[in-house]
Nanobody, 116 residues
Framework: QVQLQESGPGLVKPSQTLSLTCTVSGDSITTSYYVWSWIRQPPGKGLEWMGVIGHDGSTYYSPSLKSRTSISRDTSKNQFSLQLGSVIPEDTAVYYC????????WGQGTQVTVSS
């Protein structure tokens, strides 16, 4: 049973960098063909896919966020991380980490508010 847990600050000031980490248990982030995602949901809106990191460390980002987004990993800790730069209030959302392994696995989500 795979479990994912997001962690990071709940409040970020405009123009700063949002940093979140997803800690994975129950399987390795280097297992072949697994793709680990960051997805967010702004208040009152639908889910927005942000980007992924593959089992080999390759990354792909949403075109609309690519210039501000970086996803990395720490294989020794079985974690992958999200950095979103130059945040604005519209980046306020619940942020989720996710993986599809026969079925969808989601973290519980973490609320991030961008405000001064």
């Amino acid at each position: 049973q795979v479990q994912l847990q997001e962690s990071g600050p709940g409040l970020v000031k405009p123009s700063q960098t949002l940093s979140l980490t997803c800690t994975v248990s129950g399987d390795s982030i280097t297992t072949s063909y697994y793709v680990w995602s960051w997805i967010r949901q702004p208040p009152g809106k639908g889910l927005e896919w942000m980007g992924v990191i593959g089992h080999d460390g390759s990354t792909y980002y949403s075109p609309s966020l690519k210039s501000r987004t970086s996803i990395s990993r720490d294989t020794s800790k079985n974690q992958f991380s999200l950095q979103l730069g130059s945040v604005i209030p519209e980046d306020t959302a619940v942020y989720y980490c996710h993986v599809l392994i026969l079925r969808n696995y989601w973290g519980q989500g973490t609320q991030v508010t961008v405000s001064s």
